[in-house]
């Protein structure tokens, strides 16, 4: 949040040279320990690789976002300036390449804020810890239509003068809740008529700054508190009130000594930060993987496992090195593991028991439709892994037009469409779940792939099990004609595909 020579930013622009999101103080020892923490870390490597893209974005990347019609959507370097990534007619988006986007509204360029892509294919974003490169805790906020390519502004809630980075989720129901940072209050977006109303946050243990929120398969959603860490907490959108989760065991938040950072106008008001956290992700085994920032007297982060079906935490291991993942990155990969992103670079593979140090580098993490997880930053890149998913983890499709004509809409129905998780996670704010379904359709003859744009999903949940979901999907006027097949990919894993004829 404060530039200056003791404060990192743990993200994507360190690695092109400029401030990252964030109060993360690296510890003393952190650039000098070389000695590897012993506890749950592996000492074998899984077969990783990273693939720099053929073309690099102009802008460079601060945060990307997976938009319904199959190409990315990226937020440059520069704040102000957004680019598209499309995959080449093979579906490859090492080979793909960029164009510029609409620019946000005169007087919005926002860092670190809270987002959603919505289900019905928009881009929402608001807040932004700094606005035009100044800490404001800014209100403003605004709506991208990639149909039109333009942005519209969105009118905050009534009552909140600042948003910032705050914490975010999009409800099973398609609704967007953000929690106001300053304060335990919590507010509802209504993607239809873009109205803003007032959730309960009855039970509220701690204000919600730097805390992360969760969305697990029950429809509640799971933050760590960072204030009162150890401390965790679930919200029940049945009972419509904050419950306590139990203790974390492990201290997974940092602490903060920097005192009163002042915003407002003329500076008069005081934000005193309460430390950071790391990124937390459901697995498809129902446990959430939650990563600490480096904890009291410099030590290494910690992590913890709670289990969504038990409602239990265990201790998760630490991380090597003395690395942590404050205000930093991870991602759900296909084959069950999360990968993180320590704040040293090192990207950390978690297979439910131990932590696996692979290569090295910065960068915002997003699964792509292809199993590649994108990492943005200063060289954008693909990091592939080894293994696969569980058949039982796939969406699966029930009904479907076998025949579908260039120009038209059409509805498909099954089940997980949404996978089994968010599959992205930030500290705090920056939130790009993937929990959407796309429709990618290859043609037999020529194996050129498209991607008709999907909205309206039935269900925004996760981990949906047998429940009947649905979307709609647009095929494009471009889409090669004939025979082929088509799949409903969720979190880079494909249904089993299906035979239709485009005409």
Not at 211 to 223: A, K, Q, V
Not at 421 to 433: F, I, M, P
Request: charged share 10%.
């Amino acid at each position: 949040m404060i530039r200056g020579s003791t404060l990192w930013r743990s993200s994507a622009r360190a690695a092109s040279g400029s401030f990252q999101e964030g109060l993360c103080i690296l510890p003393k020892n952190f650039l000098l320990t070389v000695v590897m923490v012993l506890f749950g870390v592996s000492g074998a490597t899984p077969a990783q690789t990273l693939k720099a893209l053929a073309h690099q974005p102009p802008g460079g990347i601060q945060i990307t976002f997976q938009l319904t019609d199959g190409t990315v959507m990226a937020q440059g370097n520069g704040a102000s300036d957004w680019w598209k990534l499309t995959p080449d007619n093979t579906g490859s988006y090492v080979n793909g390449t960029w164009t510029q986007l609409a620019s946000l509204p005169a007087g919005y360029v926002p860092d670190y804020f809270a987002s959603a892509v919505l289900a019905d294919g928009r881009l929402v974003i608001t807040g932004g810890e700094y606005n035009n490169n100044q800490f404001a805790l800014t209100n403003q906020g605004a709506i991208y239509d990639s149909q039109a390519n333009t942005w519209t502004m969105l009118t905050p809630p009534t009552g909140w003068t600042y948003i910032g980075d705050s914490p975010s989720v999009v409800l099973p129901n398609g609704k967007f809740v953000v929690g106001n940072k300053l304060t335990k209050q919590m507010r509802q977006l209504n993607p239809k008529t873009l109205t803003w109303t007032s959730v309960s946050s009855k039970g509220k243990s701690d204000f919600n700054a730097e805390e992360g929120w969760t969305l697990l398969p029950d429809g509640s959603f799971l933050t760590a508190d960072v204030q009162n860490a150890p401390n965790s907490e679930l919200y029940s959108t049945a009972a419509k009130q904050w419950v306590s989760a139990g203790s974390t065991i492990m201290d997974l938040h940092s602490p903060s000594s920097l005192g009163c950072i002042k915003y407002g106008p003329g500076g008069k008001l005081c934000y005193y930060p309460p430390g950071e956290i790391g990124p937390q992700i459901l697995r498809p085994d129902g446990t959430v993987f939650a990563t600490g920032s480096y904890t009291a007297g410099d030590g290494p982060g910690n992590a913890a496992i709670y289990d969504s079906l038990t409602g239990t935490w265990t201790v998760g291991p630490v991380f090597p090195n003395g690395d942590n993942a404050g205000d930093s990155f991870a991602a759900l990969l296909p084959n069950g593991n999360v990968l993180v992103e320590g704040v040293s670079g090192t990207l950390y593979e978690f297979d439910g028991t131990r932590l696996t140090p692979g290569p090295g580098t910065f960068g915002s993490l997003m699964v792509l439709p292809t199993g590649e997880v994108l990492v943005g930053g200063g060289t954008t890149q693909t990091y592939t892994s080894s293994g696969t998913y569980q058949t039982s983890w796939a969406p699966t499709i029930t009904t479907y037009p076998p025949t579908v004509t260039r120009g038209s809409t059409y509805p498909i129905h099954g089940t997980q469409f949404n996978g089994l998780s968010q599959a992205a996670s930030y500290g705090d704010e920056l939130e790009t779940a993937t929990n959407y379904p796309l429709v990618r359709v290859t043609n037999n003859s020529t194996h050129h792939v498209f991607y008709a744009r999907t909205h309206d999903h039935s269900s925004m949940g996760v981990a949906t099990g047998t429940a009947a979901v649905s979307t709609k999907f647009d095929v494009p006027a471009s889409m090669e004609t004939g025979a082929s097949k088509l799949e409903v990919v969720a979190n880079g894993i494909p249904a089993v595909a299906v035979s239709i004829t485009v005409q």
